[in-house]
């Protein structure tokens, strides 16, 4: 079973340009999260998708974040216009069942120069 | 909203000693998980617990969900170069909802 998958791994990107992240998740899991950890800080949630709908968007630190899972399959995650502090790793995580944890991919380092 | 506080932020052993990370919080949670990240990875699931009080191990590895379910500890035992790595609890809120602590880096000397 393939796992979750991230692309690009890395983005470097100058301030002000757009950027689109990927997920594909693990396929059957309906529920598709993304995260953002900033250096050195905590993991932190940004959104959760149930099949293509949006379930819980509380993270989502401002509307130059747009997320989309069009068909409940592959995420995409578009910053624009990016801003300094939009560097990071941009964790998708997705999973079958709320009391099992999640299957994280191995992330996006982006960064925003 | 939820925070967890974790610690220590980092350590530095020799090969062969026992390791042990805690996280505390102010807020409640149902369910407290434990991950590791290797360097270019996503964080892998290495323990879940489910009830307050409750011991788990796998392997060389233990963990305690708290009995106030506001903390839990993970202890690694003989440790060895592999183990290096950041160690992430969470806690679990609302609908599969996690807040994660800021994340413990281990370094293994050989």
């Known amino acids: 079973e393939a796992g979750v998958t991230q692309f690009p791994s890395h983005s470097v990107i100058e301030k002000g340009q757009t950027v689109t992240l990927r997920c594909d998740p693990i396929s059957g899991h309906d529920n598709l999260y993304w995260y953002r950890r900033v250096m050195g800080k905590e993991i932190k949630f940004l959104l959760h998708f149930v099949k293509e709908s949006k379930q819980d968007e509380s993270g989502m630190p401002n509307n130059r974040f747009l997320a989309e899972r069009t068909g409940g399959t592959y995420s995409t995650l578009k910053v624009q216009p990016a801003e300094l502090e939009d560097s990071g790793v941009y964790f998708c995580?997705?999973?079958?069942?709320?009391?099992?944890?999640?299957?994280f991919g191995s992330g996006t380092r982006l960064t925003v120069v | 909203g939820q925070q967890l506080n974790q610690s220590p932020q980092s350590m530095f052993i020799q090969e062969g000693e026992d390791v042990s990370m805690n996280c505390t919080s102010s807020s409640i949670f149902n369910t407290w998980l434990w991950y590791k990240q290797d360097p270019g990875e996503g964080p892998v699931l290495l323990i879940a617990?489910?009830?307050?009080?409750e011991l788990t191990s796998n392997g060389r590895l233990t963990a305690q969900f708290g009995i106030t379910r506001k903390d839990s500890f993970l202890n690694i035992s003989a440790s060895i170069p592999s183990d290096v790595g950041i160690y992430f609890c969470a806690g679990q809120y609302g609908f599969n909802k996690f807040c994660f602590g800021s994340g413990t880096k281990l370094n293994v000397k050989p």
């Open positions: 617990l489910y009830k307050a009080g």
């Open positions: 995580a997705s999973s079958l069942d709320s009391n099992y944890g999640y299957t």
